[in-house]
């Protein structure tokens, strides 16, 4: 008896879970590894020459700060022939410098907190909200932008004697959170983000509070980076207030206090350049490690076509 022939197995056909494969494209060809376009290797000759440039100021005070008062002022050298720290251990000895950076640090940090919660919501009103008066008040608000602090010194300081804070942390702090530029660069940042996102919120009940504190200060995490540090260094490298607000030694803040030093030495290159230096090195510091913030905070900010 014969077996019938066997049929020839059939292909199963393509299930939903398996996709149809798609030709493989050809692999475009690639330059060898680590090499560098005329571009590239223009631009790094460019920003290392800009490097350069800025870095030489405070390669020379530091080269400075480490020779001796008589070398400072013979012919001008980059190294120093006797390397000597006696500069530094005399600004040291002279001031107050670890009470001086704590009221820094403090003066600094306050500020920086009250201009980043008046400028996110005076930017945010201004951006969102309709109501009467605001084109007013706006251009009132970008005034400030106008006058320099030095013009409002006088008047400044007559309102705060008169509150009775003269000589007090609170003297030092209030005067420097007026922000018309921090107000303006949020301002402009909060226009560019979308409304469809606020609109989706307000149809799932959220109220304006929660949109704002979950929604949109999230998105706006680099502009805000980029206002707090902008605002730190102001207040940090800010002389003419503190100086006009306090005449307390205990209540000065690094660059007054250095100030002080120096005028106490005279005309003493060395310690000088060292009292420039410690007044100056936290700003270093902060700019080494939040620079990519401060860049993508402009970045993010509407402005860098401006």
Same mark, same amino acid.
């Given at each position: 008896?014969?077996?019938?022939?066997?049929?020839?197995?059939?292909?199963?056909?393509?299930?939903?879970?398996?996709?149809?494969?798609?030709?493989?494209?050809?692999?475009?060809?690639?330059?060898?590894?680590?090499?560098?376009?005329?571009?590239?290797?223009?631009?790094?000759?460019?920003?290392?020459?800009?490097?350069?440039?800025?870095?030489?100021?405070?390669?020379?005070?530091?080269?400075?700060?480490?020779?001796?008062?008589?070398?400072?002022?013979?012919?001008?050298?980059?190294?120093?022939?006797?390397?000597?720290?006696? &500069?530094?251990?005399?600004?040291?000895?002279?001031?107050?410098?670890?009470?001086?950076?704590?009221?820094?640090?403090?003066?600094?940090?306050?500020?920086?907190?009250?201009?980043? %919660?008046?400028?996110?919501?005076?930017?945010?009103?201004?951006?969102?909200?309709?109501?009467?008066?605001?084109?007013?008040?706006?251009?009132?608000?970008?005034?400030?932008?106008?006058?320099?602090?030095?013009?409002?010194?006088?008047?400044?300081?007559?309102?705060?004697?008169?509150?009775?804070? %003269?000589?007090?942390?609170?003297?030092?702090?209030?005067?420097?959170?007026?922000?018309?530029?921090? %107000?303006?660069?949020?301002?402009?940042?909060?226009?560019?983000?979308?409304?469809?996102?606020?609109?989706?919120?307000?149809?799932?009940?959220?109220?304006?509070?929660?949109?704002?504190?979950?929604? %949109?200060?999230?998105? &706006?995490?680099?502009?805000?980076?980029?206002?707090?540090?902008?605002?730190?260094?102001?207040?940090?490298?800010?002389?003419?207030?503190?100086?006009?607000?306090?005449?307390?030694?205990?209540?000065?803040?690094?660059?007054?206090?250095?100030?002080?030093?120096?005028?106490?030495?005279?005309?003493?290159?060395?310690?000088?350049?060292?009292?420039?230096?410690?007044?100056?090195?936290?700003?270093?510091?902060?700019?080494?490690?939040?620079?990519?913030?401060?860049?993508?905070?402009?970045?993010?900010?509407?402005?860098?076509?401006?």
């Amino acid at each position: 008896m014969t077996t019938p022939p066997a049929h020839p197995a059939q292909p199963a056909p393509p299930t939903a879970a398996e996709p149809p494969t798609r030709p493989a494209r050809a692999a475009r060809p690639r330059g060898p590894r680590g090499s560098w376009t005329p571009a590239q290797i223009a631009l790094t000759l460019v920003a290392a020459a800009l490097s350069l440039v800025w870095l030489a100021p405070l390669a020379w005070a530091l080269s400075t700060s480490l020779k001796s008062p008589t070398e400072s002022v013979s012919a001008p050298h980059w190294i120093p022939r006797d390397l000597t720290p006696e &500069s530094w251990k005399a600004v040291i000895r002279a001031g107050d410098i670890p009470n001086w950076f704590v009221n820094s640090v403090v003066v600094s940090v306050c500020v920086t907190f009250v201009v980043l %919660v008046v400028s996110a919501l005076a930017g945010y009103g201004f951006a969102r909200t309709e109501f009467r008066g605001k084109p007013a008040l706006l251009a009132l608000t970008m005034a400030g932008l106008m006058f320099s602090p030095a013009i409002l010194g006088v008047p400044l300081f007559t309102t705060v004697r008169s509150l009775g804070m %003269v000589d007090t942390y609170w003297g030092m702090i209030l005067p420097q959170c007026a922000p018309a530029a921090m %107000v303006y660069i949020l301002y402009k940042f909060f226009q560019s983000l979308p409304k469809e996102l606020e609109e989706a919120a307000f149809v799932d009940g959220a109220g304006r509070w929660r949109i704002f504190l979950t929604i %949109v200060l999230p998105l &706006s995490k680099p502009s805000l980076s980029a206002v707090g540090i902008f605002t730190f260094i102001a207040s940090w490298n800010n002389f003419l207030w503190p100086y006009m607000v306090t005449n307390n030694p205990d209540l000065m803040t690094m660059p007054n206090g250095i100030a002080t030093v120096q005028n106490a030495f005279g005309i003493v290159w060395p310690q000088l350049m060292a009292g420039g230096l410690l007044a100056g090195l936290p700003l270093i510091v902060v700019f080494v490690f939040f620079q990519s913030q401060i860049v993508r905070g402009v970045a993010h900010t509407g402005l860098a076509g401006q």
